[in-house]
């Protein structure tokens, strides 16, 4: 995540930067955090993509660029598949919302 940290937040409540807060985002639609300006082209693709899931993630972390064209997203990709399945087992664990307490 050393790369991701400096336009992300991942824990509940903390700011969005640059770009959004990732708290929740495997169960909340694509570019609806909030607050925050997404660019035109990540709005027009999100009902596409409807929700980031393995292959959506996957894809799009390979090259933002290219699978949002015109995404304001500076970040070049991941080309290492290693890469990117690690990236998004860390962002499962860590931007999943709490389970509620058992009664």
């Given at each position: 995540?050393?790369?991701?940290k400096a336009c992300h937040t991942l824990k509940?409540?903390?700011?969005?930067?640059?770009?959004?807060?990732?708290?929740?985002?495997?169960?909340?639609?694509?570019?609806?955090?909030?607050?925050?300006?997404?660019?035109?082209?990540?709005?027009?693709?999100?009902?596409?993509?409807?929700?980031?899931?393995?292959?959506?993630?996957?894809?799009?972390?390979?090259?933002?660029?290219?699978?949002?064209?015109?995404?304001?997203?500076?970040?070049?990709?991941?080309?290492?598949?290693?890469?990117?399945?690690?990236?998004?087992?860390?962002?499962?664990?860590?931007?999943?919302?709490?389970?509620?307490?058992?009664?």
């Amino acid at each position: 995540f050393k790369k991701c940290k400096a336009c992300h937040t991942l824990k509940e409540g903390e700011a969005n930067k640059i770009g959004p807060n990732l708290y929740a985002m495997f169960t909340r639609g694509v570019a609806t955090v909030e607050g925050l300006n997404y660019s035109k082209a990540m709005r027009a693709k999100a009902p596409e993509i409807a929700e980031w899931n393995d292959e959506t993630l996957a894809a799009y972390l390979t090259k933002p660029s290219k699978y949002v064209k015109g995404t304001a997203m500076s970040f070049a990709g991941l080309r290492k598949e290693k890469q990117r399945v690690n990236i998004i087992a860390f962002l499962k664990q860590e931007t999943a919302p709490a389970a509620p307490a058992a009664e």
